[in-house]
């Protein structure tokens, strides 16, 4: 039981080791408090589990990275040829996957391996186990062996992520894999229905296209949801271009094994009303995920959850019971994003044991899809500007370009396009920025600060580009869609 | 090639200080997990005078490493990586013909106490013990003239010059 006098075993418990919930602990120890983290993977339907760190590192953001750039090294071979390299038979290059997932999985273990070191050299107590509540203070963790630990602690930071959604159809948790799976999967995919075209499936079938396996991606509704919608189309123009199929307005019924060991995918097309059918050898499920709170517990703390989905909200990380917090992506309305459940986990830990004040300002984060051609963006899409500010008040900066290195392997330079979206009264505030194009992450960083400082169309317009980069596109805007003209580049050598 | 400077030598008192308290503490304490034994290395078979210790626990370090007789090179590796690959086999190579010298292999994965007690924040690295005292280190992949280097002077030969 809690104890009444105050004493608790630790000033803090976190219950999950990810992204969020390690960067709240060490802070809080660095401010030196007494910490102890939770954290425990249950396996996937297909029994993939993995080490401390969480999703971003071991099955998010860091393996889909490097399947990403292993995708983009397959491409840049046959681009070397136009360039001169002489590469032997490079019409029969392909990958090795078990090589692939074999570096990549090394590289999660070398993770797994330093955090932990981590966590023993600044002393924060690590768990491997399945926390819950008993009581707003107190946690039981099950440990692998079944055995209980049981400790206290003054306050209690929820961190547990989410894992993918499984839709209600008969065959998913038997046949199906998940991102929980594809980054260790033990055979090659082969030919793969990606099953939902968020950032996740297109992400997949991106690199599992640009491989040689044959992608086919259900859209539920449209793909990218939330993200601007003229520059999802660039996304997906450019995967189909690549070879990448889309059933648009498709959810799935069924999936079957065949004697074969293939899977028989029946879906159905919600605007058509037609059934289709096909045969692969790997369906991968991107329909969503969910907050892992099932397990916690929450009414022995008196934590109230969003019963549909799991989440938590929260607007200042503080949950409805005082000394019981959460970060990262189990809550509710805030982007599910590694750098954001850092950075509020950092602040959290700061407002909780030195006195802090700032709260996490989750407006204007920076994202990128690292689909093909990648796609990155800060602050509103045209779409959310249009409905807050209204069209009149908006200019929209756009334009095509085309990469230098794109010119001499001829590549596909349709879908290299930009935008600022910025209000139309001078100075022109930019409310968002969006690019789709080779290293769209790295392009946006910058411009994601320099929208954290407020800058406008004129002081973009004023800045000097470095040539010739693809991010000095940026500063060369200067075709509004209100005006009509046309924003293709002059034909050559521009 | 002398590779002890100011730093290092900081580095060898704190760790020997860290080492002492930790290897005690463990003595008193068994630690509970034992290392298992499923990644078995392949051992060579021709020419072996001197078999390589796989570090299984705590006590086997202090057994083997801390009270030997013999200068100890310990290789610090992990079988998730990449440049421990190399390393492991040309130390293996180099110090197993040797008799007056040994070489002990602790995996990371399952040494958390003596990744901890020798500050190993990164693999390989390789320390080399004598009479219980750490007398050098190296970190990551280095030249082979180093690796040799170091294992010429833990096995009392002059290095010879290049």
């Keep these: 039981m809690a104890p009444i006098d105050g004493n608790f075993d630790y000033d803090l418990a976190v219950i999950g080791g990810?992204?969020?919930?390690?960067?709240?602990?060490?802070?809080?120890?660095?401010?030196?408090?007494?910490?102890?983290?939770?954290?425990?993977?249950?396996?996937?339907?297909?029994?993939?589990?993995?080490?401390?760190?969480?999703?971003?590192?071991?099955?998010?953001?860091?393996?889909?990275?490097?399947?990403?750039?292993?995708a983009l090294l397959g491409e840049s071979i046959h681009e070397a040829v136009s360039y001169g390299w002489e590469v032997p038979r490079h019409q029969d290059i392909k990958i090795n996957w078990g090589s692939l997932t074999e570096s990549v999985q090394n590289h999660i273990k070398s993770v797994n391996w330093v955090t932990r070191v981590d966590l023993r050299d600044k002393k924060i107590e690590y768990i491997n186990g399945l926390g819950e509540f008993k009581d707003a203070?107190?946690?039981?963790?099950?440990?692998?062996?079944?055995?209980?630990?049981?400790?206290?602690?003054?306050?209690?930071?929820?961190?547990?992520?989410?894992?993918?959604?499984?839709?209600?159809?008969?065959?998913?948790?038997?046949?199906?894999?998940?991102?929980?799976?594809?980054?260790?999967?033990?055979?090659?995919?082969g030919k793969t229905l990606v099953v939902g075209a968020g950032y996740i499936g297109l992400e997949c079938a991106g690199f599992l296209n640009s491989m040689g396996y044959p992608a086919t991606v259900l859209v539920r509704s449209v793909p990218l949801r939330g993200f601007d919608q003229q520059m999802a189309r660039m996304v997906t123009n450019e995967m189909e271009e690549r070879?990448?199929?889309?059933?648009?307005?498709?959810?799935?019924?069924?999936?079957?094994?065949?004697?074969?060991?293939?899977?028989?995918?029946?879906?159905?097309?919600?605007?058509?009303?037609?059934?289709?059918?096909?045969?692969?050898?790997?369906?991968?499920?991107?329909?969503?995920?969910?907050?892992?709170?099932?397990?916690?517990?929450?009414?022995?703390?008196?934590?109230?959850?969003?019963?549909?989905?799991?989440?938590?909200?929260?607007?200042?990380?503080?949950?409805?019971?005082?000394?019981?917090?959460?970060?990262?992506?189990?809550?509710?309305?805030?982007?599910?994003?590694?750098?954001?459940?850092?950075?509020?986990?950092?602040?959290?830990?700061?407002?909780m044991f030195a006195a802090a004040t700032q709260q996490m300002d989750y407006e204007n984060v920076a994202t990128t899809v690292f689909t093909p051609l990648e796609y990155g963006c800060v602050g509103l899409s045209e779409e959310?500007?249009?409905?807050?500010?209204?069209?009149?008040?908006?200019?929209?900066?756009?334009?095509?370009?085309?990469?230098?290195?794109?010119?001499?392997?001829?590549?596909?330079?349709?879908?290299?396009?930009?935008?600022?979206?910025?209000?139309?009264?001078?100075?022109?505030?930019?409310?968002?920025?969006?690019?789709?194009?080779?290293?769209?992450?790295?392009?946006?960083?910058?411009f994601a600060a320099a929208i954290k400082c407020g800058i406008t169309m004129e002081q973009l317009m004023n800045t000097v580009g470095i040539?010739?980069?693809?991010?000095?596109?940026?500063?060369?805007l200067n075709i509004t869609k209100r005006s009509g003209k046309d924003p293709n580049p002059a034909s050559c050598c521009s | 090639m002398v590779l002890c400077n100011a730093l290092t030598n900081t580095f060898y008192e704190r760790v020997v200080v860290n080492m002492s308290n930790a290897i005690c503490q463990s003595l008193r304490s068994p630690i509970k997990r034992l290392a298992n034994l499923r990644r078995a290395y392949p051992i060579s078979t021709s020419l072996v005078h001197n078999e390589t210790i796989l570090v299984k626990n705590n006590d086997e370090f202090v057994n083997k490493v801390m009270n030997s007789d013999k200068p100890v090179i310990v290789n610090f590796h992990a079988d998730w990586c990449e440049p421990c690959k190399?390393?492991?086999?040309?130390?293996?190579?180099?110090?197993?013909?040797l008799n007056n010298l040994d070489l002990a292999v602790v995996d990371v994965e399952d040494n958390a106490d003596l990744v901890h007690?020798?500050?190993?924040?990164?693999?390989?690295?390789?320390?080399?013990?004598?009479?219980?005292?750490?007398?050098?280190?190296?970190?990551?992949?280095?030249?082979?003239?180093?690796?040799?280097?170091?294992?010429?002077?833990m096995a009392g030969k002059k290095k010879e010059s290049a």
């Design chain 1, 18 to 70: 990810g992204s969020g919930g390690l960067a709240c602990a060490k802070e809080a120890v660095n401010l030196g408090a007494k910490v102890a983290v939770f954290d425990y993977v249950t396996p996937s339907p297909q029994g993939t589990k993995w080490g401390l760190g969480g999703t971003c590192v071991n099955v998010g953001c860091i393996p889909k990275k490097l399947m990403h750039q292993a």
């Design chain 1, 137 to 189: 203070h107190t946690i039981i963790a099950t440990m692998k062996n079944g055995s209980k630990k049981e400790l206290t602690a003054k306050n209690i930071v929820i961190a547990v992520g989410g894992r993918p959604q499984y839709p209600a159809i008969p065959g998913a948790m038997e046949y199906c894999i998940s991102s929980d799976d594809i980054f260790s999967l033990s055979h090659p995919p």
């Design chain 1, 243 to 351: 070879g990448v199929k889309f059933q648009h307005k498709c959810v799935p019924i069924s999936v079957e094994k065949l004697e074969s060991g293939q899977l028989k995918a029946r879906w159905l097309n919600t605007e058509l009303q037609e059934q289709h059918e096909d045969v692969f050898d790997t369906v991968l499920l991107a329909t969503g995920r969910y907050a892992l709170t099932k397990t916690l517990n929450l009414d022995a703390a008196g934590v109230t959850c969003i019963t549909s989905n799991g989440k938590i909200a929260a607007e200042t990380e503080q949950t409805n019971v005082p000394n019981i917090y959460a970060v990262g992506d189990v809550l509710e309305g805030r982007p599910e994003l590694t750098p954001v459940a850092i950075h509020a986990g950092r602040l959290l830990a700061r407002r």
């Design chain 1, 384 to 446: 959310t500007a249009t409905a807050k500010y209204g069209a009149d008040n908006l200019e929209i900066y756009h334009a095509y370009y085309k990469p230098t290195e794109f010119f001499i392997p001829q590549r596909n330079i349709k879908n290299c396009y930009l935008k600022a979206v910025a209000l139309r009264e001078a100075p022109q505030k930019i409310l968002g920025l969006h690019f789709v194009g080779p290293v769209a992450g790295e392009v946006i960083q910058g």
């Design chain 1, 467 to 476: 040539h010739p980069t693809v991010a000095e596109e940026f500063t060369r």
């Design chain 2, 86 to 97: 190399i390393l492991t086999p040309k130390l293996k190579e180099l110090i197993e013909p």
């Design chain 2, 117 to 153: 007690t020798f500050e190993v924040k990164a693999v390989p690295a390789v320390i080399a013990i004598k009479n219980g005292i750490i007398v050098d280190k190296f970190i990551g992949l280095v030249d082979a003239d180093m690796i040799t280097g170091l294992i010429d002077r």
